[in-house]
């Protein structure tokens, strides 16, 4: 049973449960247990069964697809106050998990076993109306993915996404080429040679590890 300081944070950060009789909570709270998980531990592996359905109580899970030959491109991310849609997904269906799970950011999770899950949760009006927000928010940003992939020119989505990561200020990004291309779908040297370009344009400077923006209006003229 989880302690009465981890269930009032539960019930904080997913103020859903609250909605649950006293009865449920006692099993969900029961059976579920409170695990910290490091950054880059990986939570789930492609076609793996989905034992456990995880509420984000700290940290990021990133979700993300792995191709043949080794790139990776996120799908979405789950902050503190969601859930994994992909686990509830496999739930629902029976299927294997689609996707990876990593731990982005050092995580707090509560665990709460599949059959667990069925039993209280699945069937509460108050859980299905949380799970379509969240279903609803999170494909809204994968579209947005997709179409950016899809329709938008890699040099623009770069541009987007420095202007984005330094809220349209002068500053520093601390990101790898590698990461950077994971974050866009797209590889590593077509990222390279773009923030090259960038540089020479006298838009950003670059460092191990790091991009440093130092004129956001030269990179918004870009885009115009």
Known sequence: MLSKDQIQRLDRHFPVLTKLNTKDRDILFSAGQIVELPEEQMLMQQSQQCQFVPFVLSGVLRIYKLSPNGREMTLYRTLTGETCLASIACQLTGDEFPAMAQVEETAELFMVPSKVYHEVLDKQLAWKDFLINSMYSHLIETMQTLEAVAFDRTDNRLVHWLL?????????????HEAIAVELGTAREVVSRLLGELKAAGAVQLGRGRIEVVSPALLRQMLE
């Open 164 to 176: 984005e990561q330094t809220h349209d200020k002068p500053g520093t990004i601390r990101y790898t």
